[in-house]
Structures are given as C-alpha cells and as structure tokens.
Nanobody
Framework: QVQLVESGGGLVEPGGSLRLSCAAS????????MGWYRQAPGNERELVARIMRGGTTNYAESVKGRFTISRISAANTVYLQMNKVKPEDTAVYYC??????????WGQGTQVTVSS
C-alpha cells in the first residue's frame, strides 16, 4: 500500500503563487503515475495535472499555462506549482498515485483558498 503525504496548502491572494508537495512511501517502485485532483464544494473531483513515470504530463484546460507539475523521482515526491491563482482555484487538492497493478491511492487532501 502506498502512503501519500501532502503539504503546502493555505490562503493565497488572487494572482499569487503556491506550491503543493506530495511525498510517496511504500511500494514506490510500482508507481506509474502521480497527479493532483481537486474538489470544490458542490463539485465533483477533477483532474488538475498528472505526470507519468516516463515524464509525460497532462493538465486540465483551466490550469494550463499557470500550473506546473514536476517530480523528484529519487525523493518520490511530486510538486504542483500554482501561479497566477484565481478564486475559482479554491478547493481541496488531493494527491493521487496509480500503480502498475491498477490500484490507485489518495492523499488526505490539502485546502487551497484563493481570496483577498
């Protein structure tokens, strides 16, 4: 079972920046994908960005050009750099990982609030 520990959420003003981190432990050699999802009140959980083991990245249209996902493989850590944030980016952000056996795991979530 993979364990995911997130950090970096908080309150940020519109137009500001924030960086989220997610560290994975246990069974890390089976990880094929790590990514970030978010869920705002009343909305479904949606993909924000993900990075595959080979380095391929995917982004939601709403964050392209503003958010960047990256990873440090040796540290089993993935980052989400959030720039030019907007109030509509307010949500609970969840780290997610997929394994080669098809299983997926979630972090506990970290709150991001964009407000002046």
């Amino acid at each position: 079972q993979v364990q995911l520990v997130e950090s970096g959420g908080g309150l940020v003003e519109p137009g500001g920046s924030l960086r989220l981190s997610c560290a994975a432990s246990n069974n890390i050699f089976s990880i094929t994908m790590m990514g970030w999802y978010r869920q705002a009140p009343g909305n479904e959980r949606e993909l924000v960005a993900r990075i595959m083991r080979g380095g391929t990245t995917n982004y939601a249209e709403s964050v392209k050009g503003r958010f960047t996902i990256s990873r440090i493989s040796a540290a089993n850590t993935v980052y989400l750099q959030m720039n030019k944030v907007k109030p509509e980016d307010t949500a609970v952000y969840y780290c997610n990982t997929g394994l080669s056996n098809g299983r997926a795991y979630w972090g506990q979530g970290t709150q991001v609030t964009v407000s002046s």
